[in-house]
Nanobody, 121 residues
Framework: QVQLVESGGGLVQAGGSLRLSCAAS????????MAWYRQAPGKQRELVAA???????NYADSVKGRFTISRDNAKNTVYLQMNSLKPEDTAVYYC???????????????WGQGTQVTVSS
C-alpha cells in the first residue's frame, strides 16, 4: 500500500553529522504525521522525532538541540538532520508514517526497512 524508502545512514565520527531521508510512495491519500524512531541493540525502539502535516515537531529529550526533523509535503518526504552525533546515537533508524491510504479506510501506520547509523568515538 505505502512504501517508505530510507537513505542517508552510515558511519561517522563523534561530533559529526548525517542527514536521513525517507520518501513515501504508493496508495497515499494523506499523511498526518511522519516520524523517526531508532532501536539500539538490546533496547526497545524509541521515538526520536516527529512532525505533523502542519509542521509541529516533537523530539526526544536526548536529541533536542542536536537533531532537526523536517518534511516536504509535496514530495511526501521526511528528513532528519543529525548534528553533534554521539556514540549513544548508534542505532537502526526507522521512518514511520501515520495517515490515510486510498485502499483501506481509517488511519494506518507504515514503517521503513531501517537504516544503520553508527557513531564511532
Amino acid at each position: 500500500q505505502v512504501q517508505l524508502v530510507e537513505s542517508g545512514g552510515g558511519l561517522v565520527q563523534a561530533g559529526g553529522s548525517l542527514r536521513l531521508s525517507c520518501a513515501a510512495s504508493g496508495s497515499i491519500f494523506s499523511i498526518n504525521a511522519m516520524a523517526w524512531y531508532r532501536q539500539a541493540p538490546g533496547k526497545q525502539r524509541e521515538l526520536v522525532a516527529a512532525v505533523t502535516s502542519g509542521g509541529n515537531t516533537n523530539y526526544a529529550d536526548s536529541v533536542k538541540g542536536r537533531f532537526t526533523i523536517s518534511r516536504d509535503n509535496a514530495k511526501n518526504t521526511v528528513y532528519l538532520q543529525m548534528n553533534s552525533l554521539k556514540p549513544e546515537d548508534t542505532a537502526v533508524y526507522y521512518c514511520n508514517t501515520v495517515g490515510r491510504t486510498t485502499v483501506v479506510p481509517g488511519l494506518s501506520t507504515h514503517w521503513g526497512q531501517g537504516t544503520q547509523v553508527t557513531v564511532s568515538s
